[in-house]
């Protein structure tokens, strides 16, 4: 009998499932809505019919479902728990797995989405065989997943690695978790979509990106600028990879990886962000690490990182 793991990627307006083999592959991926519930229990109830529904769909008699891999915001592994996701209806701490077991009879562990996409890099995308690595996600925020000597960087409580939580700039843009200055503020989709607009109240200089108001604007248009010589959204660019790149630096300082990645929506520009991203960090440096940390497109992409991840945290405690 094939053995198989789900993957569950826990989003602000929509769950998805994924059952997924030890070599990467998703068999079946369905999708039901995180709102719309009366309540935590009943959405708990509601995922564990999934699973259970599309399991039983491929064939219960063919493949044997070992475990339940959960990627949420604000997971904590070492707890089984998500606590207090800003992205979620429900408040306080969430015991996801106990609920999860009790429904299913499975193991099953969480983690957040970035720590989850970083076990999915190790397993199935470009960190294969790597030890040392990080994996930088340039979502609507930033969020980081780090894998030491093998292991993921969680902390005394889970939480370990919110890259995107370290001050980028003292009393600088106001952050949604309430501090100032936080890198993903900067180094993210919404990070450039602010500093486009700052440079394009600070010059003169002729943009595409004028007149677009801010709601309507995205990273994708800013990367389809830059690809058309526009200034400004180049300016974004090189603004976004220096405040990136020193971050990288004091980070390799602290855990000498083999290799950063980096994945998601901002990542998609290539090497507009990977080009200014890599000088700086370069350039800022602990020199004894200069041009030994490998700076890469994640391996992942095209795929569905949120839900390979989160089943590889599964084979991972398999293994």
Same mark, same amino acid.
């Given at each position: 009998m094939n053995e198989i793991v789900a993957g569950i990627d826990i989003g602000g307006t929509n769950t998805v499932i994924g059952l997924v083999s030890k070599n990467g592959d998703c068999l079946i991926e369905e999708? #039901?809505?995180?709102?719309n519930h009366n309540s935590f229990v009943a959405f708990i109830e509601a995922l564990s019919h999934k699973i259970n529904n599309i399991h039983h769909h491929i064939?219960?008699?063919?493949?044997?479902?070992?475990?339940?891999?959960?990627? /949420?915001?604000?997971?904590a592994f070492g707890i089984g728990s998500i606590v207090?996701?800003?992205?979620?209806?429900?408040?306080?701490?969430?015991?996801?797995?106990?609920?999860?077991?009790?429904?299913?009879?499975l193991p099953s562990l969480v983690t957040n989405d970035a720590n989850a996409a970083a076990?999915?890099?190790?397993?199935?995308?470009? /960190?294969?065989?790597?030890?040392?690595?990080? #994996?930088?996600?340039l979502g609507t925020g930033l969020g980081s997943g780090i894998v030491s000597n093998g292991k993921l960087v969680i902390g005394h409580d889970g939480f370990a690695g919110e890259l995107g939580h370290t001050v980028a700039e003292v009393n600088g843009r106001m952050c949604g978790c309430g501090n100032r200055g936080c890198l993903e503020t900067y180094a993210s989709a919404m990070g450039i979509k602010r500093t486009v607009f700052m440079l394009l109240a600070q010059s003169a200089k002729p943009s595409t990106l004028r007149g677009i108001n801010f709601e309507e604007l995205t990273s994708k248009m800013v990367t389809e600028a830059a690809l058309n010589g526009d200034t400004i959204a180049l300016d974004a660019f090189e603004y976004t990879g220096? #405040?990136?790149? #020193?971050?990288? /630096?004091d980070t390799v300082a602290l855990f000498s990886p083999e290799a950063i990645f980096l994945f998601g929506g901002v990542a998609k520009a290539g090497n507009l962000i990977i080009e200014p991203t890599k000088r700086y960090m370069e350039e800022f440096m602990f020199p004894i690490f200069r041009n030994k940390v490998k700076l890469l497109p994640?391996?992942?992409e095209g795929k569905n990182a949120a839900v390979l991840g989160a089943a590889a945290l599964i084979w991972q405690e398999i293994e």
């Open positions: 999708t #039901i809505s995180t709102r064939g219960e008699e063919n493949y044997s479902l070992k475990g339940i891999g959960i990627g /949420a915001p604000n997971g207090d996701a800003p992205n979620l209806e429900w408040k306080g701490t969430l015991p996801i797995c106990a609920e999860i077991t009790k429904r299913t009879s076990l999915g890099e190790m397993f199935f995308g470009g /960190a294969k065989g790597m030890k040392d690595f990080i #994996i930088i996600t220096r #405040i990136l790149g #020193i971050k990288l /630096a994640s391996g992942l």
